[in-house]
């Protein structure tokens, strides 16, 4: 089973930049989809990055222009750029990952994020 764990997270200004890390510490297995969630106080968790294995990206438009998916080319850590950091963009950022469809992958704990105006 994948076990996602999540880095990178901090307090930022507004207009700031941060790069959150996910990386699989749970049983080695082929990445099919790869995500990005957050959730803010008293929201429902939501996605704002997400990525195939053939590199398609989808994003919310909140987020669209600013956020950015990737992986490491040996394939074993996922990204998510942010720039261009919001208060509204606070929040835990949560990695998932899956052998499958997103929606089948494994939940990493998260990482709080945190932007100041």
């Known amino acids: 089973q994948m076990r996602p764990v999540e880095s990178g997270g901090g307090s930022v200004q507004a207009g700031g930049s941060l790069r959150l890390s996910c990386v699989n510490s749970?049983?080695?297995?082929?990445?099919?989809?790869m995500g990005w969630y957050r959730q803010a106080p008293g929201k429902q968790r939501e996605l704002v990055a997400a990525?195939?294995?053939?590199?398609?990206?989808r994003y919310p438009d909140s987020v669209k222009g600013r956020f950015t998916i990737g992986r490491d080319t040996a394939g074993n850590t996922v990204y998510l750029h942010m720039n261009n950091l919001k208060p509204e963009d606070t929040g835990v950022y949560f990695c998932?990952?899956?052998?499958?469809?997103?929606?089948?992958?494994?939940w990493g704990q998260g990482t709080q994020v945190t932007v100041s105006s």
């Open positions: 990525m195939t294995l053939g590199g398609i990206t």
């Open positions: 749970g049983t080695p297995s082929p990445l099919t989809t």
């Open positions: 998932r990952l899956s052998k499958a469809a997103l929606e089948y992958g494994s």
